[in-house]
Each structure stands twice: as structure tokens, then as C-alpha cells.
């Protein structure tokens, strides 16, 4: 018994001693790591920039109507972005009911009107969700020691969600005009003033441009062994050749490239990204092929914050494009009525129908699609676009039917089969129910159908791949597996059943 | 079985309908609803805007103004109307609002808030370029954001007016205000000096603002030479002194200004000083030379203005001195060395030797300073070795000695 206790005693005390020790060496690690730590150095110098990353709205300048000492270039830039960043403080303060970063925009007076509003909707529990995309500064006058500068900003476009309790209440878009005056405060441009005046009403949008379908003959294209990649790191001059000559000769007339959103580096495009994008249309060109070339592959953010990223990466891609020959039109987006359940159908196609608004300021030239995914959902904003496309994967006896039903919504815009095709893979996922030749007869089918509608068509796809990214259809592997083996050679580049099909004139 | 599947099928698709009717907005927002009050305003003062139509609890009125959007709930059940809050009943602008139930915009439009009557007691007011110089051509420039009591820029034609005070001479200046400033240049004085600026409008009116005139670029100046005497004794200071320096208008330049004085010699350019100017008039000291010399004086500003040129003769101070050789030829010494009024030359004087072999062609050299009168040399056994004269030379005056 008392040998029990005696050794209870000691583990007790060896327990403790760890214990304590454990506590002296946390204990003095704690304070040595509080005292390594601190606010970085470099904060002192009030560096931003990082705001800059999630806001690009368009900023054109008015500097005819100016007063008072004539802007300087560099000041200019800087006075472009402090009043940018106001803005995006100003929407991030309204979304978060939240002051951070407006004492480095707003000058003292100003921001109290802020926190007003701020606190009216903190009572209320209100946010807002807003953005601008587009801001027309005038500059009116910019003082003789250059530290005061009144501008107009005609015609902000905006967009804004309002919520109520965590729920949505309206959103909308808002053009508003304001008067704003800035005072440079320790290498801050901060507002001073803004006042909101009345818009001119803005002049029509550019009138319905001319173009001709004349039933083209197209394809999906991305180069062997590059599924959903032809650009980049990857990007091979000399296999697009090939593949264009090769469909050049087999009937086709135009192809229908994606452009990747994050990999093209979303809103800063880089000028390495546009090259072999010109060069593609270039290669194109030399076939006498036209190019579709449809916009925001793989993006699905559609945030009201992140429009303005979004609109400047387009903006990028089209002016880059916008009077190559080979260029047939844009695409906006690649089945986007596949993102209405997670991202919320208003959303979508409120970013959509803003974006085609755009598309059109930025190039009036080139007709405008969005690559609905079903004859179902391409009745979707089918004002806003000069031809209606859709996807077809399934039976090619329902097909007749549900394309009369668009037929009729379509009124009389063409219509364009941007997608079709069928896979040929044969294996243990499909119980080995498939094979090149019912890929075929599938699209023997379709083609008959395409020819007597004198449909404009794109297949689904010229080559098979031997791997498919996740990104494409997920990770499971019966549909990366079916998913590979859409194309009309298979991977060694030998035509298959469905190669002598599609090509016959 | 399957009627119990039947019942709980036809009971699920009546929570559905109920659940969808639930959100339809047609039993909650009637028939038209339309704005009844006026839609100008002033700031400050209370703001309602009625509608006419059903009142119902499931309305708000989203309003969106320069500085955000927020919603507001009706004021009472019996009434469509919305009370604005302070925070945005005092801010002047233009709103746009819509009348919205469920997602459905019933009704929009806008409103105008104008300026408050009584503005704010100090008139905003910014003034640059702080000072600027009396040239002419200068000018800065006055900013006034006259303002309501509760901050709202004033409308567009409001009146300032401008009072500038210089030397005791007022005058006066009226602008309007025009998008949300008003602002003058105010101009250079001929003169430097104080200009006092003051601005007010309505009952609003600023602090003191100033700016400071200042003298422009200097124009040619004059200079002098002042010396105790004319000798080169290699002790006296000559000052020299430019006279004041001004700019175009007469006013005397910024004190500071950096002159230079440049000194040629009859061997070319020699000695070179500096000075500031204190009151537009900058000094130099320069010490006499050890011997007659002629010296040409010119002074200038970089860049911006330069001096007449001056001659100044320097007179020998040494009249005669003697030399004594030391019996074993190893000490040289020169005494005697009288100034100008034969009185013995002050200390410091620079006394050179020179020695020479038969050719003339100097061996070895060297140097020492007077001291009460004197001045001597130790030579080295291999200085003199091959030595045929001593050469001495003080103030201008050389003498030879033959060992």
C-alpha cells in the first residue's frame, strides 16, 4: 500500500516537473516570438497597391474642358488611381458595413458622410453588393499648386445588389453622374466632395452591325494531346498548322477556339497570351478558316466585385482581335446556364447582358453568341446576341422537335449548332456499348438534319485526347473516359469511321 | 400502401403550393403606387416622400445616393410614406429611389436636395503656391468650397468675394462659384512684401490667408574693394562688398543668395571667395598678397548676374633686409626685414631660399616665416656642398649672398 502511494508520489512529481518545464520553455518561446514580431517596416511608408488587384473598371479621361493649371501625365495616373481606389473602398465599405480603408481615400469631412451611411445600414442590417464598371471622368479644374482637382464623372455604370437581413432585396443597374472634388493630402489623392448631379441620358448603344453566316462548316478545335489547352507553355505553331491544313481540306470552314480566363491572366492580359492568340488566327487565316473564338473558359466566379476584372480581360482579348480577317465573332461564354444553379441565374446573366453591352462599345463589328449548352436555355437573352447557339449531345430524333421550339422563340435571329458530337469510346464504363461506328451513324444523323435546316455547325471534335484535366468534367472516370473520345481521329492521328462522314462535301 | 403513397404525394405538392404562394408579391404590393409629394428639398429640413396606393408592410424604398444605397421601411402601417433619416435628409444631391416589394420594382424615380439656407460660419479655403516671386508673371491662386451648415457644396452662381490687402491697399475681386468651387488668381505684386487674402460669401467667410511676395531674379551689381592700406604685406584684409543687390523691381533679393568673387592676379585666375547676401549685400575677405601684385576683381550670381570689374594694386611692403652667414656656413640668417614705414615686418612673412651651384641651376629650396623681424635657415651639410650662391627673396625683394 505504501509502496502504491510511494510511486503514485513519484509519477505525480515526474508528471509535474514536465509539466512545469513544458510551461517555462512555451512560456519563453511565447515571449521571444512577441518580441520577433511587429508591424512591417515597410508599412510605415503607406505603400498601396493591393487594393488595385480586384478593381479595373474603364476610365476614360475628358482633359479638353480643363481649368486652371494644366495636368501633368504622372499626376494624372496617380490621381486615376487614388480616385479608383475610392471607389472600390468605398463598394468594399458598403458590402462589409465595414470603414477599412476609407481614411486613406475620403478625406476627414467625407468620410464622416460615409460612416453616416455605413451606420444607417448597420442599424438596418443592410449591405450592399456594388460596383462600377465604367467611369467617364471630366477633369474641370486642377488648382495652380496642383493639390486640389474637381472632376466630373459622367456616367458611371454600376452595378448594385442590395440585401436585407443577409437576403436580396433588388439589384439593378445604376448610372449616375457626380461631381467630385479631391485634395492631394500626404501623397493621397482623397474626395473631398461628391456630389451626385444629374446623367445625360446616354447616346443609343451602336446600331445592329452587318454580317453573314453563310452556313459554315466548323469545328471545335484543340490540338492533339493539348485537350482544353492550346496555349500556354504548350502552345505548338507547327501542329495547329497541320491540323488546320487538315481541316481545311476535309470541308471545313471555320473553328471555334476557347479562350481561358485565368490562364490568359484575367484582367492584365499578357502580351505573350495575345501573340499566340493572333498567331492561331493567323494559321487560320492561311487555311481560309474563320474563328469563333469564344471568351471566359473555365471562369465561374460571376461576383458582382469581380466584374470589372472580367470586363477588362475581354476588353484586352477583342482589342487585340478585333480586326483580324480571320475573325468570325465572339462567343461570350461557354454554356454559362451550366453555372445558374451555383452562381444564380440573375447573376449570370446580368453579368452577360452587361458584358455583350460592352462587347459591342469595344468591337461593333463582329457578331455576338453565347454557347448555351441546350436548344432549351439558348432562348436565354437572345436579344442581346446577333446569332443564338446551342449544344447538342442528345438523341438525334428528339433533335428536330426541340429545335423547332427554339426555332420559333428564335424569331428570326439565325441559329448556329456551336457543339455536337459523340463519343466512341467503347470500354468498361459504358459496358463496351460504344464503338466508332455507332459514333458514325450518330453523326450521319445529325449531319443529314444539319444540311437540309442549312444549319451552321460546329462538331465536337477533330481529335481524340489520351487524357482530359479535371477541370473539364470532374474526376470521375467513366466521364473523363467517354469524354475522350469525341474526336474524328483517334490518337494516333488515323481517321476514324466517322472522319469519311463529316467530311464528305 | 399505395394510397398512403397517394396521400403523402398530394400532401407534399400542397406544402409546395403553399410554400410558392407564400413568396409571390401579387397580395402584397396593389395596384399603382405613385410619388405625391414634391421631389426638390432642402437639406436639413424633413423629407417624406408619400405614395398613394396600398400600404402594405412588405414595401421598402431603396434609395441610392452619392454615398452608398440603403433601403427604407414604410413609416407606418396605414401610409405609403418613407421618412428620410438625417443622414441622408442632409445630404445635398440627387437621389434616385425605387419603391420595391419582394424583387419587383413598383415605382422610381429621384429627388433633389438643395443646399441648406444658413451656411457653415468658416469658408473653406485653400491658396497656393504659398509665395511666389514679384516678377510680373507670377501668380497664385485662391480656392473657396463654400458650404451649408451641414457640409453640402453651395449651388452653382453662388457669389465670393475676394478682399487682397499689399502695403496697405485693398482691393476687391466677385467670382461665382461654378461646379462646387469658386477660385481666382491672385497676381504677382510689383514689390515683395506680405499680400493678405481674405475670402467670404454670404455670411461665410475665411481666415487669414497670406502670400509671401518675393524678390525675383537679381539683376548687375556693383562691387568695392576696401583695404587698410595699399601693401602687400601678406597681412592685411581686403573686404569686398557688393552693393545691394535687387531684382528689376528695386527689391532687395532673397538674403542667402550665394555670390561669388573671383580674383585674377597678373599670373591669371588666383583666389576665388564666397559670400551670402545679408539685406542684398554679400562680403568677402581676402588676405594682401606677400608681394606687389595686380589684382582684377569680379563678382557674379550663377547663372543669374554678374559685377562690374575692379583693379586693385598692391604696393611691395619690403623695403631692404640683411643677410648674415654663420662662420661655419651652416646657418643663414636674414634680419632686419623693414616694411613700408621701416618698422619691422609682422610676423608671418614668407621667406623663401633658393641655392644654386655655378651654373645657376637650383639645388635645393626652402621656406620660413618671419618672426619679430627675423627669419633664418639651418642647412645641411649636403645642400651646400656644391653651392655657390644663396638666393633670398621676402615680399617681393631678392637679395643674393656667395658663401
Known sequence: MISRSKNLYRALLLTSFLLVNGAIIYGIAAGWSFLNTGADRSTMLHLSGTLEESYFPEVNWDLDQQEGRPMELQTLGELEQDYRNAWYVRSLGLLNNDRFGLDDYFTTDAREKLFQQLDLNIAAQITVKSTTLQHNPQLDFYSLDGKLVVLTDHNVQGY???????????????????RVILLLEDGFWRIRQLVKIPHESHPDPTPSREFSLESNKGINYYPKGQPWGLFGEDFDPIRIETDFRTLAEAGFNSVRIFVPYEDFGNAQVPEVALGQLREVLELAQNQQLQVLVTLFDFYGNYDILDWTRTYRHAQTVVNALKDHPALLGWDLKNEPDLDFESRGKDNVLNWLRLLSENMRTWDPNHPLTIGWSSPEAAIHLKEEVDFISFHYYGEPEDLEARYRDLRKAAGNKPLVLEEFGKSSYSGFWNVFSGSEEKQAAYLEELQSFIKEEELSSYLWTLHDFDQVPNRVVGRLPWRKAYQRHFGILDTEGNPKAAFEIVTEK | MINRCWHSIVLLCFLLACGESKVTTEDIAE??????????????????????????????????????????????????????????????????WYLVAGQTVLDSGEYTILPAKPPMPTLETYIGPPSIFANGLDQSMLVALPQDQYGNALQDSTPVRIRTLFRNQQEETRVNVNRLIAYDYIATRPQAGELFIAASADTQVSKELTVRVLASLPTDFEIEAIREHTYADGNQIVTLRTSPIQDSNGNSIADGTLVNFQVKNILGPALHAQGQTVNGVARANLLHPQQADTWEVSAYISGLAKSNSIGLEFEPAVADFSLLLSGDGRELQITSIQSYMEQLIPDGLTVSLTILDAMGKPLYTDQSRTFAGKASFDLTLESIEDASVYRISVGGVTKEIIP
Do not use: M
Open chain 1, 160 to 178: 448594385r445588389q442590395i440585401f436585407r437581413d443577409g437576403s436580396s432585396i433588388h439589384e439593378g443597374r445604376t448610372q449616375e453622374s457626380f
Open chain 2, 31 to 96: 395596384g399603382p403606387y405613385a410619388l405625391q409629394t414634391e421631389v426638390t428639398f432642402i437639406a436639413g429640413a424633413p423629407i417624406t416622400l408619400e405614395f398613394s396606393g396600398t400600404p402594405s408592410d412588405q414595401l421598402v424604398l431603396l434609395v441610392d445616393n452619392a454615398w452608398g444605397s440603403t433601403l427604407l421601411a414604410p413609416d407606418d402601417s396605414k401610409s405609403v410614406s418613407f421618412s428620410l433619416p438625417a443622414a441622408l435628409a442632409q445630404k445635398a444631391g440627387l437621389s434616385n
